[in-house]
Nanobody, 120 residues
Framework: QVQLVESGGGLVQPGGSLRLSCAAS????????MGWYRQAPGKQRELVAT???????NYADSVKGRFTISRDNAKNTVYLQMNSLKPEDTAVYYC??????????????WGQGTQVTVSS
């Protein structure tokens, strides 16, 4: 089994910054794509950013230039640096990790979610 533990959410004023972390642990053989998604009240979950095992990144248009996704392969951890936050960034943020377990079966796991609230 693979577990994901997220941290770093909270309340921040517009224009502020937050850094989210998501650490994967368990019976992991290798990790491929890692990403962040978010879900605002009354809306569907949407992609925020993804990063491949080779470091290629992809961002939603709404966060380009403000958010940066990165990963530490030695720690099986993915980060999301969020700058210039806006009220519309308010949502529960979820990490997603895809890879291969030690059983050589592929897995896709979700974190428990962390609340990000941007408000004055």
């Amino acid at each position: 089994q693979v577990q994901l533990v997220e941290s770093g959410g909270g309340l921040v004023q517009p224009g502020g910054s937050l850094r989210l972390s998501c650490a994967a642990s368990g019976s992991i053989f290798s990790i491929n794509a890692m990403g962040w998604y978010r879900q605002a009240p009354g809306k569907q979950r949407e992609l925020v950013a993804t990063i491949s095992s080779g470091g290629l990144t992809n961002y939603a248009d709404s966060v380009k230039g403000r958010f940066t996704i990165s990963r530490d392969n030695a720690k099986n951890t993915v980060y999301l640096q969020m700058n210039s936050l806006k009220p519309e960034d308010t949502a529960v943020y979820y990490c997603n990790v895809q890879g291969t377990a030690s059983t050589h079966l592929r897995f896709g796991s979700w974190g428990q979610g962390t609340q990000v609230t941007v408000s004055s």
